[in-house]
């Protein structure tokens, strides 16, 4: 696997009025392997006309915790570090497949 990842948990917590707000804490950078979605695809218009691919498989090492509210941040593609990092919602139950974990993602905007 030639990128980096950090898995979000998602914790909530009350504020001032009692609504509650998500947070998420990022752990420490592992491993990981952006590819196309297998099961879903949608795409982005950004401002400069370049399309983004915002579906993805994210395979993870054998191991790592991920559940279907955690959030993954890439911080590196093949070795070279993002100006930008990207963020993906995991989108349904993350399974263990061949390479280890594969879970579904949606990239979300923060």
């Known amino acids: 696997m ?3 990842c950090q898995v979000g948990v ?3 917590s ?3 009025f009692g609504e509650l707000i998500e947070t998420y804490t990022y ?6 392997g952006l590819g196309p979605s297998r099961t879903f695809l949608s795409e982005s218009v950004n401002a ?3 399309i983004v691919q915002d579906d993805r498989t994210i395979r993870l090492p054998t191991g790592t915790v991920v559940t279907s509210t955690s959030l993954i941040k890439v911080t590196h593609r093949f070795g070279t570090k993002l100006v ?3 963020v993906y919602g995991v989108q349904g ?4 497949g061949p390479s280890g974990i594969e879970a579904n993602c949606r990239r979300v905007m923060t």
Do not use: L
Not at 27 to 32: D, E, F, L, Q, R
Not at 93 to 96: G, H, V
């Open 2 to 4: 030639q990128d980096t």
């Open 10 to 12: 998602r914790s909530t």
């Open 14 to 16: 009350p504020d001032a």
């Open 27 to 32: 752990g420490a950078p592992i491993a990981c």
């Open 48 to 50: 400069d006309a370049t």
């Open 84 to 86: 930008s990092p990207e």
């Open 93 to 96: 139950t993350p399974f263990e």
